[in-house]
């Protein structure tokens, strides 16, 4: 049997009448709202549970440090006015250098010249041991905290560093790269010369946020298909409407309407997402939810974003998505009564799960050629892995495009099945039927054809 045009005539009423019923059911409306309501509550909640604080008009909060005394013995001149815009913590901060006042410091008379909100700070190079040395000086009886000296002591340091570069004609860039921060890595000597270098953090952060949408938008699908085929034709619906429309075309509109419902959902949970974070940015400050991420390894760069990886992601996730629509079709016209919906919506969702679990489990088995292979083909798993294993370089795009080759495949094979035995499961009453069932009607269906032929 082929597929003709004519099959797909009235999709597009099905689709919008679906669509109608579904925007203006009450349980939806309230199970809309709901899921609003967490999406803008979930941002503020997020930040402070991650210890946000106050949002304040000033970039960072003054250190309770009102003053400190810099006492400069290292024979390198300091930059002490830059230090506010090293560290904004002393925005407010002075730094005094010692050699324009009158009074006399050392280590033994600090005490009876500092405040409260004050500290004197040493610097002096120990020409025996060959080093500098900073030392830090307060009253007991303090006004600010530890970590607040630590910090001033840090800046210091800094700038004798950036000072001791630029007298030996060392340039701004030249200086900046001597005084930037760097990672240390423990590695095997064969982790060390394997020249893939694996990053296990960046694999897993990939795979399991696109098999997280993914299986939230299967799971959806897949409830509100079979609930939606099942309402029908437990109310004769269906019965009215294939006198107008073929099976197929039913189908497929009452699908496409379902998917864009969902679409639509959770992009309008997305956008109210952006909207709770941009507002509680006026109040709060979120950059705590950026850095909790980016210490998880969730960062544009660890995740690999770019325009092509995005598109990849979105076409294997249509893929997906429709693949499992279509499965859902099928498995709620073998359902006669809303009691079957919880069961039929089980096997579905314990197909999707084998393949997120399969994902999920082998993200970082990236040195087994067998096994990427399998996983990368293979139809319900491949939806997960495939575009996730192209991107963390595992495959290459030829093997990817016949992963999205095969899909395409099982999805017009869901076509050409519903085309021949779909009328036949819209009047089918009785109990839930299994694979088996639905092989005999096929078969059954193929022995009439070729018999009117």
Request: with cysteine; charged share 15%; hydrophobic share 50%.
């Amino acid at each position: 049997m082929k597929l003709n045009k004519s099959d797909f005539t009235g999709t597009g009423k099905v689709f919008g009448f679906t669509l109608a019923q579904m925007l203006k059911g009450k349980a939806n409306i309230i199970s809309l709202i709901i899921f609003l309501l967490l999406a803008a509550a979930s941002i503020p909640v997020m930040t402070l549970v991650m210890g946000g604080e106050a949002a304040s008009s000033d970039t960072a909060e003054a250190s309770g440090l009102k003053a400190v005394f810099v006492q400069n013995d290292t024979g390198y001149e300091l930059d002490l006015g830059s230090i506010p815009q090293k560290n904004e913590l002393f925005a407010q901060t002075e730094f005094v250098d010692t050699d324009v006042m009158d009074t006399e410091w050392s280590e033994d008379t600090y005490e009876s010249v500092l405040g409260p909100a004050e500290a004197y700070v040493h610097l002096q190079k120990d020409t025996k041991k060959m080093c500098f040395t900073i030392g830090a000086f307060t009253l007991e009886e303090k006004e600010f905290e530890d970590g607040e000296l630590d910090s001033c002591v840090s800046v210091l340091s800094g700038l004798l560093d950036e000072a001791r570069y630029a007298q030996q004609n060392a340039g701004p860039e030249q200086i900046s790269v001597l005084t930037s921060p760097y990672a240390v890595s423990v590695q095997s000597v064969p982790e060390y010369l394997d020249e893939k270098e694996e990053n296990f953090d960046a694999r897993f952060g990939v795979q399991l946020l696109y098999s997280v949408l993914l299986l939230i938008l299967c799971t959806f699908v897949s409830s509100f298909i079979i609930q939606k085929v099942i309402e029908e034709k437990a109310s004769k619906l269906a019965e009215l409407l294939m006198v107008s429309v073929s099976p197929l075309a039913m189908l497929v509109g009452k699908i496409l309407a379902v998917m864009t419902y969902i679409l639509g959902l959770v992009a309008s949970i997305a956008a109210v997402t952006g909207i709770s974070y941009a507002v509680t940015g006026q109040f709060v400050d979120t950059k705590v939810l950026g850095q909790q991420f980016a210490a998880w390894g969730f960062t544009a760069e660890a995740l690999k974003v770019s325009q092509v990886t995005a598109l990849i992601l979105v076409v294997s996730l249509l893929l997906g998505y429709l693949q499992v629509s279509l499965i859902s079709g099928l498995v709620g016209t073998g359902c006669s009564s809303t009691e079957d919906v919880e069961p039929a919506n089980l096997t579905v969702v314990l197909l999707v799960m084998a393949g997120y679990m399969t994902a999920t489990i082998t993200a970082g088995f990236g040195d087994s050629p067998v096994l990427t292979t399998l996983v990368s083909l293979c139809p319900v798993v491949s939806m997960f892995c495939a575009p996730v294993r192209y991107i963390v370089g595992d495959i290459g795009f030829g093997m990817l495009a016949v992963s999205w080759v095969l899909q395409s495949a099982v999805i017009l094979l869901l076509a050409y099945v519903c085309a021949r035995i779909y009328r036949a499961l819209m009047m089918y009453r009785g109990s839930r039927m299994k694979l088996g069932g639905w092989i005999v009607m096929f078969r059954q269906n193929r022995a009439k054809e070729a018999e009117s032929r």
